[in-house]
């Protein structure tokens, strides 16, 4: 197992992995001139942009889906003091229908299964915690790198 200081190290690059990863992902995508293959990344936007269009058929149709804004009881929520208490409400029912939310995993930890070298990173496959009875096995890739560069970054696949 990874000490608790080195595990708190790698749980700060995986709770940068969506964060960083989708920012830069779409940051590229939306904004190609200030990439150095600009004219690359604006035709992987135009292959990708319908998929952020609905199909003809639908669009404008947004189901008949009741309203956030309503309680349950059917008022409307008209003040920001009524949202907290509707928020409220839909966390209750939602928490009532799935059960209460696994508390925090504060002092995570997990075992390197195995560390390959590659291209310009390193691989770990790594066994850990993602609920506090349930473990799984995932890629952590860490890019090379000294000092602040090295814990800016990382990838986990799980």
Same mark, same amino acid.
């Given at each position: ?79 920001? @003091? ?10 209750? @029912? ?40 349930? @473990? ?23």
């Amino acid at each position: 197992m990874v000490s608790v200081p080195e595990a708190a190290w790698y749980m700060r690059v995986l709770e940068n992995l969506l964060t960083l990863g989708m920012a830069f992902a779409i940051g590229c995508a939306v904004n190609p001139q200030n990439s150095e293959k600009g004219l690359e990344h604006a035709i992987l936007w135009d292959t990708i942009a319908p998929y952020f269009t609905p199909p003809a058929q639908y669009k404008g149709q947004y189901g008949s889906f009741r309203s956030p804004l309503k309680f349950y009881n059917g008022d409307t929520v008209t003040t920001p @003091q009524e949202w907290k208490q509707r928020r409220s409400e839909i966390y209750h @029912q939602w928490e009532s229908m799935l059960g209460k939310w696994p508390p925090l995993i504060t002092d995570p930890s997990f075992e390197i299964i195995e560390t390959v070298y590659r291209e310009s990173f390193t691989q770990h496959l790594i066994r850990f915690f993602w609920t506090p009875n349930e @473990q799984t096995t995932g890629y952590l890739l860490i890019p090379d790198g000294e000092g602040k560069t090295r814990g800016s970054y990382g990838l986990l696949r799980a």
